[in-house]
């Protein structure tokens, strides 16, 4: 696991520290000079054994046994190679892909990613300090998803620590039980939340559309409805917004979560790329977008249901330019892995594939859009070394 940790993110507690610090109760400014403090001598102990050990280092390399040993290393190196081996790095499906062990991620999520009483304070301090406090609509369309899930999504924006949000349901004529229930008792807890019921079934378009037609926000937030967002995720688009006031479009890292609520398979993903985005949808979850830009594209277009989402980003992106759109590089989306979910692998996306193929979403588009983004002449928008060409 080499993910940096974020400079501004709140240190976790150090090991063996209480669980309760007795802040709970006292002012911003004591829980914020109390954590300083506390950062402040957790820093100092790691800045030491950091020095203890670059001064164990130096001493190794300057050893005479390193410098015998050089021939050595790069023979086993150039092995290595040519065998097509290495170190510290995991495989996954029998050797052919790499990816973080579940282990090590799950080592950093226990160590990073949980939020103290002390860590929600600070962000909810900031909060006050905001230029703006935008209304984000949390768009989520919903069809025959287990009460159980279905329950645990809602209440993950619920629970979330920025509290200007609305969240806009459409329920696409379920079949399954319980499901009609769940959202009324939900809805009746929090006047945030609005639900929609379609009186017959139509197709994911048509419900991301209906779920759209409630929202009022200036951005819209798509949630699918057995997903989960992490607690802080709203704030930190919240505070990309106020920090870039025309953001056009927001994404950030997600990762994976099963039914025991086991997170793996994170995708840390890279600043906003034209060319990876026409290959595929490397936007994906948390996607954040202008809601008057939706509108002004005209929605999720009908006959690309399976690549939507792609289709929708593609449009919303040649329509604005790339200082526009923001990465904010925190897991702050958890996709569920169901046996009908996309997320769960390669057989259960056999439909978007076909879908995507057959409708052409995508390779009319890098055909349509990859001039804008690639073109010197193209409004602002970053060059690329890509070429398309038509075959």
Not at 29 to 41: D, G, K, N, P
Not at 224 to 252: G, K, N, R, S
């Amino acid at each position: 696991m080499s993910r940096a940790r974020d400079p501004g993110a709140t240190p976790p507690p150090a090991t063996g520290a209480p669980q309760s610090s007795g802040l709970e109760s006292a002012d911003p400014v004591t829980v914020l000079m109390a954590e300083l403090e506390r950062a402040q001598a957790e820093n100092a102990v790691l800045t030491g054994a950091l020095n203890d050990r670059r001064r164990e280092i130096d001493a190794l390399l300057s050893s005479t046994s390193w410098r015998i040993t050089k021939p050595l290393r790069t023979v086993v190196r150039r092995l290595r190679g040519m065998l097509g081996t290495g170190r510290g790095v995991s495989t996954a499906n029998g050797g052919d892909d790499t990816s973080i062990s579940a282990h090590g991620y799950g080592e950093w999520v226990r160590s990073f990613s949980a939020l103290s009483t002390a860590a929600r304070m600070v962000l909810l301090s900031r909060i006050e300090r905001f230029g703006s406090k935008p209304l984000i609509s949390v768009v989520m369309p919903s069809y025959n998803i287990e009460p159980e899930y279905l329950g645990a999504a809602i209440e993950s924006v619920r629970r979330q620590i920025y509290p200007h949000w609305e969240l806009c349901i459409s329920a696409d004529a379920s079949t399954l039980a319980g499901v009609r229930e769940c959202l009324e008792t939900h809805a009746s807890r929090d006047p945030r939340i609005r639900v929609t019921y379609l009186s017959k079934n139509g197709n994911i378009c048509v419900n991301s559309n209906s779920a759209l037609a409630l929202a009022t926000g200036d951005y819209v937030a798509f949630l699918d409805a057995d997903d989960l967002l992490a607690e802080d995720a709203l704030f930190w688009v919240a505070q990309t917004i106020a920090a870039h006031p025309d953001v056009d479009l927001i994404y950030t890292d997600e990762d994976k979560v099963d039914k025991t609520g086991r997170r793996f398979d994170p995708h840390f993903k890279t600043a906003w790329n034209p060319a990876l985005m026409l290959s595929q949808n490397a936007f994906s979850h948390l996607g954040v977008f202008r809601r008057s830009l939706v509108e002004d594209v005209g929605r999720f277009r009908q006959g690309y249901e399976g690549a939507q989402d792609h289709d929708l980003l593609l449009r919303c992106a040649s329509a604005t330019a790339a200082e526009r759109i923001r990465h904010i590089p925190r897991v702050l989306y958890h996709w569920r892995t169901l046996a009908h979910s996309t997320a769960q692998g390669i057989r259960a996306k056999l439909f978007h594939i076909d879908t995507a193929s057959r409708t052409g979403a995508l390779s009319r588009h890098a055909l349509s859009v990859a001039s804008p983004f690639l073109k010197k002449e193209g409004r602002g928008r970053q060059n690329s070394a890509v070429h398309f060409r038509r075959t």
